[in-house]
């Protein structure tokens, strides 16, 4: 399936690692140019090693997308190199863990900066060149957590959450102008991330494997995802196929959400 991506700028924040690697890798492999931010300056240059050694049109960005004004300057950038963004993919590493009573009040604020506010200050950047086109693709990156509640990840809940409710508001507001705004929820997945939950939890009392076989039995599938099937809706969204796809919520979690 041609994807009609050759000819398109796409721009995925925390792009270096895990499921933000595994979106650019793909979008770059359907021939778009792609730009990828990130706090790690040595993740970065891999990844971006990494994909031009396959022949993909890539940029790296040191940036921390919780800093205000770092998401319109990586959009300044990106557009510096290879014009301005058509897929915007907004996306961040997790916040703390823990219960309500472990987190302070700059807990929270970081947790607004890093999940929700991140998000509103890339589509703001990106939008107004994307209406000028009349063409536009926003895809945020949450979890499942922002629909069904993980015990212990109080932060994640609560503004992911927020970013599906922007995210769905957004989407209707531009729908006229022919840019798509949809959301992927993605479920147990085998990154860095989840291996590192996993070990936070078992430095509490218990075991990570044992811990990870646990959240494979609560798949239906019975095991994690991969993050390159969580990478092919991503590409399909941002596609020309998908341009009557919007203001939707998608889950890649094995069928683990109990609800409709």
């Known amino acids: 399936m041609d994807l009609g991506l050759g000819t398109r700028v796409a721009l995925v924040a925390a792009g270096s690692k895990g499921l933000g690697r595994a979106v650019a890798e793909e979008l770059a492999a359907e021939g778009a140019a792609v730009a990828i931010c990130a706090r790690g300056r040595a993740a970065l240059d891999d990844a971006c090693r990494d994909m031009s050694a396959r022949g993909r049109r890539v940029h790296g ?37 823990g219960p309500f009573g472990t987190l302070t009040e700059a807990d929270w604020d970081q947790a ?53 409710a922007f995210a769905k508001t957004l989407s209707n507001e531009v729908a006229a102008d022919g840019i798509t705004v949809n959301s992927l929820l993605p479920g147990y ?39 390159r099937e969580f990478a092919a809706l991503a590409a399909f969204l941002a596609s020309e196929r998908a341009s009557y796809i919007t203001g939707q919520a998608i889950a890649v979690d094995g069928g683990w959400i109990r609800g409709t």
């Open 112 to 164: 607004v900066r890093t999940l929700l506010t991140s998000a509103v200050a890339f589509a703001g950047a990106a939008l107004p060149a994307m209406r000028a086109k009349r063409w536009g693709r926003i895809i945020t990156i949450t979890s499942i957590a922002a629909r069904q509640p993980v015990d212990g990840l109080m932060l994640s809940n609560s503004l992911r959450a927020g970013v599906l």
């Open 189 to 227: 997945t085998r990154t860095d991330r989840v291996i590192d939950l996993a070990n936070q939890r078992a430095a509490a009392g218990g075991n990570a494997d044992d811990l990870i076989r646990q959240w494979e039995a609560e798949v239906p599938m019975r095991r994690l995802g991969e993050p």
């Open 61 to 97: 960005i040191e940036a921390d997308v919780s800093v205000s004004g770092e998401p319109a300057r990586v959009v300044a950038e990106a557009t510096k190199i290879f014009g301005a963004p058509d897929i915007v993919v907004t996306n961040s590493g997790g916040p703390r863990s």
